[in-house]
């Protein structure tokens, strides 16, 4: 079956086939953070699914070429490394690294490349693009020194959020406060230096500024992927004005369609709002792990429901996607014992079949079919928890052999490379394997409360202990 996804610009499922003749390779674009603060868990909604959607696609055999910018010049930065008294890169190279960090704990793959606003070879290419713009009559040189879109030239501009140019006048969403602009509409290419910048500046053409946040993205996609993507991604926030305007200036330059699908997730919420930094109702990461939630339980918590339905963040829910994880956790761990058993490996052939080289299973056709139907993840983990509950079934009635559970962990490696939700096998550190040990000689001397004792003490320390029908097992809480 075909992947199809909802694209924005059509409002409409659409099976996914990328540009290339060879039908393999795939260019995706992907908007990355704004450095000026820790992104919040509300950003990371936005490239979990990005990340989700990369894997599905390489899972189906698909060669993605990913690209996500830093934006690492705007009003925010700048006002940021103004107030901490530090030069701009010093003040978002913290930030930078504080994301990368957090793409690790999140284990999110990494894009091919991380372009930055600031490299000389990207504003380079900013630069050339509005040069184009301006020989074309689409862009314009206002009083104010800074060069606009000129919006009334595109006539396209609008179809990707599907409002009339008039509209705009009436939403609001524009500032009307800058008067020297042709349209309420038209926003700005370059930013002409004011005193506000300080020692931020490069200089162009059109006099001494910075680039607008819209042409950043125009310039490094094209710069990286070329001027046509099969995927672009962004929250719904970003469809406008910002995806407009990426449409808009690259399509103004190239004369050529942008972008063949656009696809964008709907908001991480909190008591029915948006999660954003503007409103101070935001957790970072870093929240989240220091209440002891690992970064797969985050992973999982963000990722479970269907990136187009609004998500409500709450800590029930992390509690939810941490016996989610228990449970995964539980399986695979019997099914290593069972594999390792070889006395079982004449057990009777069974109900539910296990993978087999020659055919597809039942369960493995049912995760990789849901998530071909516009990355249906609730439809990927109803398949993956029947096989849990069945196989769970089978191994309870003595039914499955050695071989039948080396399938299913087969099975399993294939499905946990697009959920990326394992267990951490790293092996306990000492002090830690030590005081589990000891919680199982409580445990077996009866000393409930010294069990209990030796609980808190590794939960303290950031793992935590369980006691299954396999005996106890220690999971790490906070961290990766
Ligand atoms: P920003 O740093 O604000 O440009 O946002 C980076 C990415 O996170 C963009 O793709 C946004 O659309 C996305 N985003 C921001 N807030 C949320 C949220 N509450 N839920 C989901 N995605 C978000
Ligand atoms: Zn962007």
């Given at each position: 079956?075909?992947?199809?996804?909802?694209?924005t610009?059509?409002?409409?499922?659409?099976?996914?086939?990328?540009?290339?003749?060879?039908?393999?390779?795939?260019?995706?674009?992907?908007?990355?953070?704004?450095v000026?603060?820790?992104?919040?868990?509300?950003?990371?909604?936005?490239?979990?699914?990005?990340?989700?959607?990369?894997?599905?696609?390489?899972?189906?055999?698909?060669?993605?070429?990913?690209?996500?910018?830093?934006?690492?010049?705007?009003?925010?930065?700048?006002?940021?490394?103004?107030?901490a008294?530090?030069?701009?890169?010093?003040?978002?190279?913290?930030?930078?690294?504080?994301?990368?960090d957090?793409?690790?704990?999140?284990?999110?793959?990494?894009?091919?490349?991380?372009?930055?606003?600031?490299?000389?070879?990207?504003?380079?290419?900013?630069?050339?693009?509005?040069?184009?713009?301006?020989?074309?009559?689409?862009?314009?040189?206002?009083?104010?020194?800074?060069?606009?879109?000129?919006?009334?030239?595109?006539?396209?501009?609008?179809?990707?959020?599907?409002?009339?140019?008039?509209?705009?006048?009436?939403?609001?969403?524009?500032?009307?406060?800058?008067?020297?602009?042709?349209?309420?509409?038209?926003?700005?290419?370059?930013?002409?230096?004011?005193?506000?910048?300080?020692?931020?500046?490069?200089?162009?053409?059109?006099?001494?500024?910075?680039?607008?946040?819209?042409?950043?993205?125009?310039?490094?996609?094209?710069?990286?992927?070329?001027?046509?993507?099969?995927?672009h991604?962004?929250?719904?926030d970003?469809?406008?004005?910002?995806?407009?305007?990426?449409?808009?200036q690259?399509?103004?330059?190239?004369?050529?369609?942008?972008?063949?699908?656009?696809?964008?997730?709907?908001?991480?919420?909190?008591?029915?709002?948006?999660?954003?930094?503007?409103?101070?109702?935001?957790?970072?990461?870093?929240?989240?792990?220091?209440?002891?939630?690992?970064?797969?339980?985050?992973?999982?918590?963000?990722?479970?429901?269907?990136?187009r339905?609004?998500?409500?963040?709450?800590?029930?829910?992390?509690?939810?996607?941490r016996?989610?994880?228990?449970?995964?956790?539980?399986?695979?761990?019997?099914?290593?014992?069972?594999?390792?058993?070889?006395?079982?490996?004449?057990?009777?052939?069974?109900?539910?079949?296990?993978?087999?080289?020659?055919?597809?299973?039942?369960?493995?056709?049912?995760?990789?079919?849901?998530?071909?139907?516009?990355?249906?993840?609730?439809?990927?983990?109803?398949?993956?928890?029947?096989?849990?509950?069945e196989?769970?079934?089978?191994?309870?009635?003595?039914?499955?052999?050695?071989?039948?559970?080396?399938?299913?962990?087969?099975?399993?490696?294939?499905?946990?490379?697009?959920?990326?939700?394992?267990?951490?096998?790293?092996?306990?550190?000492?002090?830690?394997?030590?005081?589990?040990?000891?919680?199982?000689?409580?445990?077996?001397?009866?000393?409930?409360?010294?069990?209990?004792?030796?609980?808190?003490?590794?939960?303290?320390?950031?793992?935590?202990?369980?006691?299954?029908?396999?005996?106890?097992?220690?999971?790490?809480?906070?961290?990766a």
């Amino acid at each position: 079956m075909a992947v199809r996804l909802f694209n924005t610009y059509s409002r409409a499922l659409e099976e996914f086939r990328p540009l290339d003749p060879t039908g393999r390779e795939v260019k995706m674009y992907t908007c990355g953070p704004t450095v000026y603060s820790h992104a919040h868990i509300g950003n990371f909604r936005a490239y979990l699914f990005e990340d989700l959607l990369q894997r599905h696609l390489e899972g189906r055999g698909f060669d993605v070429r990913r690209v996500m910018n830093i934006t690492d010049v705007d009003d925010k930065t700048i006002r940021g490394s103004r107030e901490a008294d530090v030069p701009l890169a010093e003040f978002t190279s913290q930030f930078k690294k504080a994301f990368f960090d957090d793409l690790d704990t999140l284990r999110i793959k990494r894009a091919d490349s991380f372009p930055e606003a600031t490299d000389p070879r990207e504003i380079a290419k900013m630069i050339e693009m509005i040069g184009t713009l301006m020989e074309r009559g689409l862009a314009y040189q206002a009083e104010d020194k800074s060069i606009y879109f000129r919006i009334n030239k595109f006539p396209d501009y609008g179809k990707l959020a599907h409002f009339d140019l008039e509209e705009l006048r009436s939403t609001g969403r524009v500032k009307s406060d800058e008067y020297d602009k042709e349209h309420i509409g038209d926003f700005a290419l370059w930013k002409a230096w004011d005193e506000a910048d300080g020692p931020v500046k490069w200089s162009s053409p059109w006099g001494a500024g910075r680039p607008g946040w819209h042409i950043e993205c125009s310039a490094m996609a094209t710069q990286l992927l070329g001027d046509q993507l099969d995927i672009h991604c962004g929250g719904v926030d970003n469809i406008f004005p910002h995806h407009e305007a990426e449409i808009a200036q690259t399509e103004g330059c190239t004369g050529k369609k942008f972008v063949r699908c656009w696809l964008h997730c709907a908001h991480l919420m909190v008591e029915g709002q948006k999660m954003a930094k503007s409103l101070g109702n935001f957790y970072t990461l870093r929240d989240v792990l220091a209440k002891g939630y690992s970064g797969r339980e985050v992973r999982y918590a963000l990722m479970r429901v269907h990136y187009r339905a609004p998500l409500n963040f709450t800590w029930e829910g992390m509690e939810e996607a941490r016996q989610a994880l228990g449970r995964i956790d539980d399986w695979v761990e019997r099914l290593r014992v069972e594999a390792s058993d070889t006395n079982k490996s004449k057990a009777p052939s069974s109900k539910l079949q296990a993978p087999e080289k020659h055919q597809a299973p039942k369960a493995e056709s049912g995760f990789r079919q849901a998530l071909d139907d516009d990355l249906n993840i609730s439809g990927a983990l109803g398949a993956l928890f029947e096989t849990i509950r069945e196989t769970n079934r089978q191994m309870d009635a003595g039914e499955t052999g050695a071989e039948e559970a080396k399938s299913w962990l087969e099975w399993w490696k294939g499905v946990d490379g697009v959920l990326q939700i394992s267990g951490d096998e790293a092996e306990l550190p000492a002090e830690i394997a030590e005081l589990a040990e000891a919680r199982v000689q409580a445990r077996l001397a009866k000393d409930w409360r010294k069990s209990d004792e030796l609980r808190d003490v590794l939960a303290a320390r950031g793992w935590e202990a369980r006691d299954t029908k396999d005996g106890q097992k220690i999971t790490r809480r906070g961290g990766a």
